[in-house]
Each structure stands twice: as C-alpha cells, then as structure tokens.
C-alpha cells in the first residue's frame, strides 16, 4: 500500500485539487466517509441513464489527465457516508488499443475505487458479462447491474440473478435505467456495501488448468518484486502478459526488477499455449473467458420465444438499412439536423451579433472616445460576441447528435455511409462533421467526438475546415458577383464543390502519409432503436454548450484581442503623417482622388498605419505570384478572426468604409463590388484566386480554439493553421498563373 | 537434490511460505502448520532457522515475510518443482495429482545433473526455436498419439494403410497434411530428398497433385515439386484435424465474406491479429459463436451481422478474416 501512494498521487494530483474544492459533499457537509465506486459497462448499456438516477445534479464534468476522455464524477449523500461515483468511459474490453479502456483500466488500477459497478445491458448478457470479468481481476470487488430489464423480458429473457450472483461470487441487482426501477435496491446494495455491512467474496475466472497453471508460474516470477505486487494485481498482469498486451508489458518492463527474465519467460508461456492449443495465447484466453460466461449463463438464464418474432429493430432496419432505401433515410435524417441547427441556430446567431452589435454601439455612446472604449468595443465586446454566436449553434447541434446516438441510428448512419468515406479513408461517421462544416466549421470540429478511433478523428478533424462554410460563403459570393456577374452562381457552386473535393484529397494524402498502417476496425455494434429521453438530450446539449464555452470561449477571446491589436496599433497621431513609404504615398494618393469622404480616408490610413498594415506590405511579395497585392493580404490578416471579416476590411482599404458582407454579396448595388470591379490591379485570375485562397488558407480562431480542445494539443492546430495556409498559396498561384495564360489576367 | 545450502525440509518451508504468500498476501505460522501438518513449535524453530540465514522476516510474531533473498531462493525452487511436474504432465502423461506427489518427492530425490537434464529437455520441447518446431511437433504428436494408443489398449487397428495410419504421400488428396515419418528408399534417393528438406519429422503440405503425376507440396514454408515416384517412398502420418482448415490454400474455405444476406453461420477460426482481432473477440467472433448475415450497404459494404443476439456491423475486408461454415436457416 505505501508503494502505491507515489503512484496515486501523480495521476490524482490534478483531478483531486479539482474535487476537494468543489466536488466535496454540497455545503461542506464533510461528514462521514467517502466510498467511491467507479461506474463501468458496455457502450449503449444505459450508463449514463443509471448515472443520472443515481447522482441527480451533482457532477463534475472533467477530462482524465492528459487525455482528451471525458470524466464525470458525481455523489450521493446521505447521512454519514457519501458515495463518489466516477463514470468510467464505455468499453467493450479492456485491451490497450483504445484509450478509453486504457483510461478505464488504469483508473481502476491507480485510483483503487472501492467499489466497480458493472452495467450490463442484459439483452446481450455474454458479451456484457466479458467485460464484467475482466473489471474483477483488476483486484476491485464488483457489483453487477443488470440493465434494461424490460427489453430483456421483451425479448423473452430470462435471468436467475441470484443464482448467477452465486456461480460468478458477485452481487446482481436488476434495473431498467430509464424508469428508475431497481435503483433504490442497487441504492441499499451500494450503502450497505460502503458501511460494510455486506462484503464481496469475488472469484477469479477459471482459465482451465492449462492457463491456469501458465499463469500461476507468472504470478510467481512477478511476484519477486514486492513493490510491483503492492501496485499492480497480478492475476491481472499475469493474464495480460498471456494475451501479449502492450500497455502491460511495458508496466512490467517500467517497474519490475526482473523485467527482463518476465518478458521473457510470458513469451515461452504464449508458445507454450499456441503448441497446446494450436491457436493464439490472447485468442485462447478470450475463449476461455467466453467459455466460462456461457457456463454461467447455461444454467440461469433462459430464453424463452420472444413475443414477437420480428424486433421492432428489425422492422425499422427494413426500410433504414435498405440498400437503396436507406440512402433517403440517411439524407433526411442529415437534412433534419443539418435544419434543425442552422434553421434554428443562424437566425439565434445574428439575434446575439446585433445585440453585441447594440451593446458596442450603446458603450460608443457612453463612454469618451479612447483607447480604452476602443477596447472595450471592438475588443471585449466584440471577442465576447464572437464566442457567444457560435453557442447556439454548438448547443442545437449536440442535441442533434444526441438524438442521433439516443435512437441508435448514428451508427446506421456510418453503415450507409461508409465505403465511400472509407476510400478516402476516412469512417462512415465522419459524414457528420463534414455536412456540420458546410455550415460552420466550430461546431463541425466538435462533432467529430462521434469518430471513436483518434486517427479518423483527427484527419477528419483536419480536412472539415477546408469546405465552404457561412462565412467564406459571402467573400466568395461578392467576388463571384463582382467579376463574374453573369455566371457567378456557377462560380460560386465550383468553388463550393473544389472544397469538398480538396478536403477529401488531402484526408487520402494524410492516410497515406501520416497515418500510414492498417485501417481502424468498423466492427460496431448496432445498438437496438430505443426512445430517446428528452432530458438525456437536454443534459448532453447543456454539457457540450458549457464546455465549448469554458474551454474554446476563453481562447477564442484572447485571440480576438491579439487581433484587435494588431488592426488598431500602432495609433496613427498627427505628425506620423504623411507616410515615408512611397509606394503607400502613391496609393493613398490614388486613394484619395477616388473617395471624397473624410472619414473613410481615416480609417484607410488607420488600417495602414497599424501593425496588420504593416505585415500586409511585408507579405506583398510573397502574394504577388497569386496575383494579390497589399491590400488584400490586410484584408486576409483581418479573415483570421472570422473570413466575413474579409469584406469589410476590404471595403476599409479601399476607401469606401467599412463594407457589410450580406449586402456585398447579393445586394443589387455595392460600393465594394463596383469598386474593386474597376481596380485595375483587378482581374477576374486574381479574383479567382482570392476565392480559392479564401477557401482554403487559415480556419478562423474559433475553429483552431476548438481543435486544440478537442485534440487535447496545441500542435495540431498549428499545424492545421499551416499546411491550410501553404496549401491555399500554392493552389492560388496555381489558378491565377493558370488564369493569366489562358486571358483572364486582364 | 538441493539449491544453494538449505536443508531439505527448510527448503519446503520456504516453498511453502512461498505459495501462502502468493494465494493470501500474508502468511501465519497457523497456515503453515497447517499445510505442512506439523506442530506450530517445529514450524517456529524452522522460521528461527530461516531467519538466522536471512531468507525470512520472522520476529516471533504470528506473520511470516520472505527476505527479498528468500523470495528468490523461493522462486527458484517453485519453478524446479513446476518444471518437473509439468514434464510428467506434459510428455509422460501422468496425470495431475500423481504429478504433484512425484515432482516433490524428485526434486529433493535426483541429482543436480539429472535435473538440469531433465529440465533442458522440457524446455527444449516445449519452447525450441522455430526452425525445429515441425520437427518437435511431428514427434511429439506420434508420442502422444502412441502414448493415448497405449491407454486405450490397442483398441484400433488400421491395417489397410500400414500400422499407425502411416501412409505415403503420394495417396495423400489435395489439401491435406502431414507429419513425414520416415523415407523408405535407397540411400541416394533418400538423401537427395534429405537435402531438398525432406525430413522425418517436417509437416508437409499437399497442394495439388499435377497432371504429369508429380506432386506440389508445401515443406517448411517453401513450395516444392515432388516427383511421383519420390513421393511414394515419403511416408508420413496425415494430420485429420488441420488439413481441414488451412486456409493458405483458398479451397473451400468460406469467410464470412462469400456469404449473402439471409445465411446462417457458424464460426470457425478467426484468421486477424492485433487490433482488429482484440475487437472481433470483444464483439463476440470466437470459435463455435453462431450468427446470421441480415444485410449489405448499397455498395454491398459493410454488412450487418446478428451475432448471439447483437447487431453488428463489419467492413466486407474484416470480414475475409472470419472463417465459417454455413449452417441451414
């Protein structure tokens, strides 16, 4: 036990800072002891429901240190003793290829729970029951609950718990999660386990005596070494050790003593069983865990003929996963989120935008012109709304999804999809993202949670950006408009097309380079259709909505002020006039025949004059080749906060005051359009190469603030923010050189 | 036989000690008494005696530790012990108990060179390198298969195919394998098939047998032609169980993957490793699991699968992985 303390503390450190301050008991209650059970079982078994009954409001939500798995802890109080649930994240196993059961595993090991509560959907008790198993030799005593009773019944299953309790030396209690049947039983199980009332003998699975006498001799060598014995369980390693389990061999190969002598002696043992059995040691252990599940099974439960011989399931499928048929059904259910969330959520937005909108014109008023009201306005007020637009987005999407998962249609949905996102090697989920991006890449980004593999999350994540969303859409519109009047509907639609097929070229480039090696496994589960329950729904949309704004928001904010920043200083003063340059003497000459008005001039220079003005003249030559020239690498630095921004920095750098981006794009009459229509620096080449870098270059803050969340690092979003801006370089030079040679450069 | 300088009877204390400590974390005097069916004074004066060598950690308290020294001594002797019972087990075929009794009543019994022998050739046989498995297998397949002859008192007799069922390979049929147990030809002959690794011993494959006669054999991982004449003189044991399941033949092996909507399927092998593999046993695609294919996507991937009750979806490629055997609907 004192070994272990070391061990504890590194992993607890940061989750337990965060739990005595806020988590304790409500109201400083401090009373009495803290038991804690850790809450595990099979995806779609009814966790989160079971979690909910049993802890009301009182979580926490976190991630697991280090890694970007999701951590609920929740309580139940009573008296004298307080029972501190943790969610651990749903597995089928507890093999080391995910990091949810890595997670899961090393949560039981380090953390030691008293208690581990199993949730067993008991429509499919074998496969439950393979992970309740390999919970128990971890070392913690167990309690099984066996869920959804009601389906079970439904379907004409029968459980003796109390006898399967008996075989399997491990409590059973019967539940239907959603209705809240059985949680008092389990309730008083769970106290009367914590007082100590009841206590659980547990009995280690019988390998048969093959394995069994394999394991014993393992167990004997790893025993030698008395600190790693007070760590680890080492029933537990030795099984692990057989079934060649990397995350295992490399505890061992950590803290053993005789980590040499252990690898290499757990070697002889898998070749030992393969002779033996003429099959694979680890496939040999999940056969015999099988084989003493289906024990155990055999004589309590029974299968009656079900009610109905046709599942309802089965009848949805019919028409769901028809090979043609269900091809509709997808593109509807896709068209009722996608409605659902910008139908909804745009019209939300642009209600928060006008009213930071009112709020900065409101501060305007009050307060004196100043540095400070400048900040105030643009920066806070305007950050803040920046962060604040996309949150109902976020929300209405996430409820979306949630009723997509809830029903247990979302893995349909990556059933029908996925042999075509699999040739570009992607997962049939990442459909979702990808429709997501074509209205907002934020939201698309933190949809891509759906993509249980890290792999297809991240190149997923790192494509969606590259497609059209609502606000590239009005930079490329004006432009269409501007240049290409008569056709500029077709234009538009081209450019909205190269983005998905840019988008699907690079995520085959990245499967092919940067995450080269075998394809994920898509073998899932298609879980029964099951009715949703709104407040399942409602808690997981409130969830999303807070963290987007605790984690994204916060950044989103900062960088909004950077960016202010650099559009507003340095502050222009009287005698920093007139500007040295003589290339931008020329152009504000030129500028200022073409406007009369006073204050737009001011602002020009004001834009010129600040650090942005200044880092557009810098990057001129490196534009050149794609056809831009200053201003518009001004008005591409201002995109960076948000691509709509584009038009109406443009409209500043061309004297005609600040632009509003919905008018430029389809209104009859624009000052912009017609301005930049005449400018002869202008041709359609450059325009279209504007379009494509517009596409492509930089995803706006919010969307690198949310990949830094959800990819739990930095470096992916720097390098999203790269290889975006070298790609859309090259891909501009391309098209406006292409462009000049077949005569449009005029 | 001893290891180190202890006496017989301390160093069954010290195995004893051992083994309570590896079932029950913690070790009495009570429970050795207990095991060892002597008197909790005789138990004492030993723990005194282990104690003074510095093997254990006993202060006339009621717990009992190993020293870290002890611990090792400790193994050492538990694994001399395993490795002789699991010699009578594994070759010799005794059974469990009889085993147990005998191992410890060898190890303190035999000499060291005797041991050291004994556990060599264990060792060799049940972990030797891979160039020498066909050959170990090969012999102990026949030793075994003697050895369980000789338990069932003769009982059967094949006396159309030579005794022990040995046969030539050239009245093997495709697809079927075989251990090579001995070549009956002249010396020349024989020794040119020697050369080309014809060995008694070596699992032999048959391919196919060609129109001219000859014979194309899989040998130690390598294709090769056998003359029709060679193979007669070969003559080896065909193996029942495994010519029907190799699948590096591709004939009538079906995956999952050659069937169509509608067929009932029982599992028989499962062909990936690693990831993929971890996850097929999760799901549920061990040997024996029965299922049914329910449907195909549009493009006829992935498909849907009912297995013991689930639904599961799979890509048609992880698919080709899981060898079946169709079953009536």
Known sequence: MRDRTRHRNRFHHTMKRDLLHRDRPQGGRRSGKVFRIALAGNPNAGKTSLFNALTGQHQHIGNYPGVTVEKKIGFFNTQDISLEITDLPGTYSLTAYSIEEVVARDFVMYEQPDLIVDVIDSTNIERNLYLLLQFRELGVPVVGVLNMMDEAEEKGIQIDHEQLGTILGIPFVKTVGHRGTGVQELVDLLLSLARGEETIEGRPVNYGRELEGQREDLVAELALDPSFSSQFSLDWMAIKLLEEDEDAIAKVKGSHFQAEQIIEHAARARTWIKRHFNEEAGVVVAEQRYAYIHGAVRETVKKKRPRHRITTTERIDRIALNRFGGLFVFFAMMFLVYQFTFAIGNPLSDLIDAGFGALGQLVTTLLPASLLRDLVVDGIIGGVGGVLVFFPLVMLLFFGLAFLEDTGYMARAAFVMDHFFHLFGLHGRSFIPFMI??????????????????????????????????????????????????????????????????????????????????????????????????????????????????????????????????????????????????????????????????????????????????????????????????????????????????VSTMGIVYGVGEADPDQEASAERAPLRERIASDPTYSRATALALMFFVLIYFPCIATLAVVKKELGSWKWSAFLAVYTVIVAWALAVTVYQTGVLFGLGA | MQIGFLSESLEDYLEVIFRLLQKQKVARVRDIANLKDVKTSSVVSALQRLAKEGLVDYKAREYVDLTPAGRQLAFRLYQRHTFLKRFLTDFLQVDHETAETDACSMEHAISVTTLD?????????????????????????????????????????????????????????????????????????????????????????????????????????????????????????????????????????????????????????????????????????????????????????????????????????????????????
Request: net charge neutral.
């Open chain 1, 437 to 646: 991006a074509t209205g907002c890449a934020v939201p698309a980004v933190m949809s891509a949670r759906t993509l249980v593999n890290p792999r297809d999350r991240i190149i997923t994540v790192l494509v969606t950006p590259l497609l059209m969303c609502g606000a590239k859409s009005p930079v490329i519109a004006m432009l269409a408009a501007a240049f290409f009047p008569e056709k500029s509907a077709l234009i538009f639609w081209l450019v909205w097309l190269a983005g998905w097929l840019i988008a699907f070229t690079i995520a085959l480039v990245f499967r092919r380079t940067l995450f080269k090696g075998e394809a994920a496994p898509f073998v899932m589960e298609l879980p029964p259709y099951r009715m949703p329950t709104f407040r399942a729904m409602v808690q997981h949309m409130w969830e999303r909505g807070v963290l987007y704004l605790r984690k994204a928001g916060t950044i989103i904010l900062a960088a909004s002020i950077v960016l202010w920043f650099l559009l507003n200083f340095p502050q222009r003063t009287a005698d920093t006039l007139p500007v040295s340059d003589p290339q931008m003497a020329q152009v504000e000459q030129t500028v200022a025949v073409d406007t009369a008005m006073d204050e737009n001039k001011a602002l020009q220079d004001d834009l010129v004059y600040s650090y942005a003005g200044r880092i557009g003249h810098a990057m001129e030559p490196i534009l050149r080749p794609a056809g831009f020239d200053w201003k518009i690498g001004v008005a591409l630095l201002s995109g960076a906060a948000a691509k709509e921004v584009i």
């Open chain 2, 117 to 329: 022998r004994i556990t060599a050739m264990s060792e060799f046989l049940s972990y030797s390198p891979d160039v020498e498995k066909d050959l170990i297998d090969g012999f102990r397949d026949r030793w075994l298969a003697h050895l369980h002859k000789q338990k069932q008192g003769h009982k059967d007799s094949d006396g159309e195919n030579g005794k022990d069922g040995i046969v030539a390979l050239s009245s093997l049929k495709a697809g079927q394998s075989g251990y090579i147990i001995r070549i009956a030809a002249a010396d020349d002959l024989r020794l040119s098939l020697i050369r080309r690794g014809v060995l008694p011993g070596a699992s032999i494959h048959l391919l196919e047998k060609l129109a001219s006669g000859s014979l194309m054999v899989r040998l130690a991982g390598e294709r090769m032609e056998l003359q029709k004449g060679d193979a007669k003189a070969v003559l080896i044991r065909p193996q029942v169980e495994r010519s029907s399941d190799t699948a590096e033949n591709g004939e009538t092996v079906r995956t999952l993957a050659d069937m169509t909507p509608g067929c009932a399927f029982r599992v028989k092998r499962v062909t990936s490793s690693g990831e993929i593999r971890a996850r097929m046993n999760d799901m549920g695609f061990i040997r024996g699991a029965e299922g049914r294919i329910l449907r195909e996507a549009l493009l006829r991937d992935p498909i849907e699968v009912e297995l013991a009750g689930t639904l599961l979806s799979l890509r048609r490629l992880e698919a080709t992985t899981i060898v079946v055997e169709e079953l009536d609907a």
